[in-house]
């Protein structure tokens, strides 16, 4: 059995990547490209939450659900993943008590956090895509509930990723290949 300090037990995992933006962004587009390109595994809150909660009325809805059942359902998603591979979530942390989790998370699994995109995005653009999208919970109170839980708890979120200099803002006005550029000459 290893002993503490030793190279096994003090091995560092794969980064991490965030990929954060409001509904409509092009968050998953993105993680997507990048998982692809990187050979990593992308962990999407919002998908993972549809596919584990499908049947619940908050999701049918459009809801957000409590910080205990979202890190629950990432947890579990987090625990069948690959330490050799680097992770990117797309659309998490949503909140402050969910950045301390994974923060915690990722500390614990000797995971670095190399870099989290704020995919910007005006209202404009952003209004464009979702009429596109098509979404059963991209109805209008549902969007408009996402984009104030966006301002309410996500902004204060990437203030601290920008206080502790790891994040990087990248301008999701653009076409999908010249935001993705833009976040691979940032890894590169």
């Known amino acids: 059995m290893p002993e503490a300090g030793d190279p096994a037990t003090t091995s560092v995992a794969a980064p991490a990547y965030v990929m954060l933006g409001t509904v409509g962004s092009g ?52 625990q069948a993943t690959d330490d050799e591979q680097p992770i990117i979530f797309d659309g998490f942390p ?26 910007k995005v005006d209202e404009v653009e952003i209004n464009r895509r979702l ?13 408009a509930r996402r984009k104030q839980w966006f301002n309410e708890k996500v902004l204060p979120v990437l203030e601290l990723y920008r206080d502790s200099g790891q994040l990087v803002e990248i301008d999701g006005n653009q076409g999908p290949k010249a935001v993705f550029k833009q976040i691979t000459d940032t890894i590169n």
């Open 131 to 143: 009429a596109q999208r098509g979404r059963s919970d991209d109805t209008p109170q549902a969007i």
């Open 94 to 119: 949503r909140a402050i008590k969910q950045k301390q989790w994974l923060d915690e998370h990722l500390a614990q699994h000797n995971r670095p956090l190399a870099a989290v995109f704020y995919l």
């Open 27 to 78: 968050k998953t587009v993105q993680a997507h490209h990048l998982r692809d390109v990187m050979n990593a595994q992308s962990l999407s809150a919002g998908s993972l939450i549809r596919h584990h909660l499908k049947d619940d009325p908050r999701v049918v809805r459009g809801e957000l659900l409590p910080h205990e059942e979202v890190v629950a359902i990432v947890g579990e998603a987090i």
